[in-house]
Nanobody, 125 residues
Framework: QVQLVESGGGLVQAGGSLRLSCAAS????????MGWFRQAPGKEREFVAA????????YYADSVKGRFTISRDNAKNTVYLQMNSLKPEDMAVYYC??????????????????WGQGTQVTVSS
């Protein structure tokens, strides 16, 4: 089992930056693909970014491509989401997730087994 704890959310002005962190428990973190999702009020949880266990492959939603960067440090059991040029529409609760052993489609919530509790990102215009 993996426990995930997000941090780094907060209030930022449009155009600003934040870096989210997701710390994972367990010695097998390096074997999990990891993802970030977000959920705005009244909307479904949506895919933001994902990274394979090695960090070699990354995936992004079109809405954040070129502005957000996902990375991981397996020695620290942590995955990061660097968010630049933030927009009001990026405001949401951000969740990290650990992929299932048969992780397939990185953009699908069904591909993830464990979820964190979320961290709020607020972007003021």
């Amino acid at each position: 089992q993996v426990q995930l704890v997000e941090s780094g959310g907060g209030l930022v002005q449009a155009g600003g930056s934040l870096r989210l962190s997701c710390a994972a428990s367990g010695r097998t973190f390096s074997t999990y693909a990891m993802g970030w999702f977000r959920q705005a009020p009244g909307k479904e949880r949506e895919f933001v970014a994902a990274i394979t266990w090695s960090g070699y492959n990354t995936y992004y939603a079109d809405s954040v491509k070129g502005r957000f960067t996902i990375s991981r440090d397996n020695a620290k059991n942590t995955v990061y989401l660097q968010m630049n040029s933030l927009k009001p529409e990026d405001m949401a609760v951000y969740y990290c997730a650990a992929g299932r052993p048969d992780w397939g489609e990185p953009r699908s919530r069904a591909s993830y087994e464990y979820w964190g509790q979320g961290t709020q990102v607020t972007v003021s215009s």
